[in-house]
T-cell receptor, first 114, second 114 residues
Framework: AQSVTQLDSHVSVSEGTPVLLRCNYS??????LFWYVQHPNKGLQLLLK??????LVKGINGFEAEFKKSETSFHLTKPSAHMSDAAEYFC????????????FGTGTRLKVLA | KAGVTQTPRYLIKTRGQQVTLSCSPI?????VSWYQQTPGQGLQFLFE???????NKGNFPGRFSGRQFSNSRSEMNVSTLELGDSALYLC?????????????FGPGTRLTVT
């Protein structure tokens, strides 16, 4: 069965420092993986996606993620945090047997300190 | 291109009542998925409609139902509301094919059951 685990429920960083949000997945075959961001009282916005092309994926707002099959990880990073990055981030694995279904992680709330 | 729209944005209902939420997908998108988001359970998949047919279903009781119209607009209905149904209900649309299944989310409907 496919699943996704976000290792940290809360992460705090200072503005201008790097961001690392961790995600591990479980999949019996090559997965498709997404990162979404949700700002308070808003819907989810797609940050980036991995679909078996390049293992280093660049997304919007300076975020990127690296797919590491050997570690079953898809961690989200950003070199320098901005106050506007404060939000909740969801890692998603796509179940694609027949049709597709999104499996969401439990989310990581990112706090950016001035 | 207009994004996914959901109406109403906020709703207050009483236990035992029923409610209907509406979702208009991005033009050209044929798939609409519904999710329930609560602090305790996170994001949970309700169901997905594609070309007016329910294609996927999550593990929710029969009080939760949906439908999709020929113009791809979708409605979700919850009958006999319970306090635990208080949540943010998110709708997402996508092209719906296995080639491109990125989901685009609406802002959500905040349902409060008193």
């Amino acid at each position: 069965a496919q699943s996704v685990t976000q290792l940290d429920s809360h992460v705090s960083v200072s503005e201008g420092t790097p961001v690392l949000l961790r995600c591990n997945y479980s999949s019996s075959y090559s997965p498709s993986l997404f990162w979404y961001v949700q700002h308070p009282n808003k819907g989810l916005q797609l940050l980036l996606k991995y679909t078996s092309a390049a293992t280093l994926v660049k997304g919007i707002n300076g975020f990127e993620a690296e797919f590491k099959k050997s570690e079953t990880s898809f961690h989200l990073t950003k070199p320098s945090a901005h106050m506007s990055d404060a939000a909740e981030y969801f890692c998603v694995v796509i179940l694609t047997s027949g049709t597709y279904k999104y499996i969401f992680g439990t989310g990581t709330r990112l706090k950016v300190l001035a | 291109k207009a994004g996914v729209t959901q109406t109403p944005r906020y709703l207050i209902k009483t236990r035992g009542q029923q409610v209907t939420l509406s979702c208009s997908p991005i033009s050209g998108h044929r798939s609409v998925s519904w999710y329930q988001q609560t602090p305790g359970q996170g994001l949970q998949f309700l169901f997905e409609y594609f070309s007016e047919t329910q294609r996927n279903k999550g593990n929710f009781p029969g009080r939760f139902s949906g439908r999709q119209f020929s113009n791809s607009r979708s409605e979700m209905n919850v009958s006999t509301l319970e306090l635990g149904d208080s949540a943010l209900y998110l709708c997402a649309s996508s092209l719906g094919s296995t080639i491109s299944y990125e989901q685009y989310f609406g802002p959500g409907t905040r349902l409060t059951v008193t």
